[in-house]
């Protein structure tokens, strides 16, 4: 099935840095969600984003859906070691269907 | 509190052997997914159900089986017919109000 393109496939940074990743789809979604998979467990809802142009925070975190509704970033400021985890970016074409997931982004943090 | 609860946490099976991994939630959704997830790699879809008594494949059903009796229950059986049945399967469910999905916490099936 189609996944998303999100890139980078994984980070590895020092504690402290900034944080950016990004996810681009072919067509177009009314939602973009960005979870977080901590290791072993199952993934988490971080940010949800619901209208082209939003740009939304949750504490160090900052994601936007992208004015052509294709694609959608989610940065992490002041990364710290609780951060490492697969990030999952996630397109919803409308209410009630079925997500379409990026490939994930592997973060890791030097202390 | 409601949830999504998978169980067990690990399991190790035999090869050959058919194995059930529990999936229940309490959340009242309608539609529930099983994904497999391998080291390093994203979520591959095997099954979903968004109503009671009925399933659809996703991308990996072969050597899968699912069902869906009960609105709060979707079991996935990983029979002898996978060939490499050894992953990270992590159960969602959702409801058409609310975007996203609500993930358990994951069942890691190890076959020796």
């Known amino acids: 099935g189609q996944q998303l393109n999100q890139s980078p496939q994984s980070m590895f940074i020092q504690e402290g840095e900034d944080v950016s990743m990004n996810c681009t789809s072919s067509?177009?979604?009314?939602?973009w969600l960005w979870y977080k998979q901590d290791p072993g467990e199952g993934p988490v809802l971080l940010i949800a984003l619901y209208k082209a142009g939003e740009l939304t925070s949750n504490g160090r975190l900052t994601a936007q859906f992208g004015i052509t509704r294709k694609d959608s970033f989610l940065n992490i400021s002041a990364s710290i070691p609780s951060d490492v985890g697969i990030y999952f970016c996630?397109?919803?074409?409308?209410?009630?269907?079925?997500?379409?997931f990026g490939g994930g982004t592997r973060l890791m943090v030097k202390p | 509190d409601g949830g999504i609860t998978q169980s067990p946490k690990y399991l190790f099976r035999k090869e050959g052997q058919n194995v059930t991994l529990s999936c229940e939630q309490n959340l009242n959704h309608d539609a529930m997914y099983w994904y497999r997830q391998d080291p390093g790699q994203g979520l591959r879809l095997i099954y979903y159900s968004q109503i009671v008594n009925d399933f659809q494949k996703g991308d990996i059903a072969e050597g899968y089986s699912v069902s869906r009796e009960k609105k709060e229950s979707f079991p996935l059986t990983v029979t002898s017919a996978q060939k490499n049945p050894t992953a990270f399967y992590l159960c969602?469910?959702?409801?058409?109000?609310?975007?996203?999905?609500?993930f358990g916490s994951g069942t890691r099936l190890t076959v020796v």
């Open positions: 067509s177009i979604f009314n939602t």
């Open positions: 969602a469910s959702s409801i058409s109000a609310v975007p996203g999905y609500t």
């Open positions: 996630a397109g919803q074409r409308g209410a009630g269907n079925m997500l379409t």
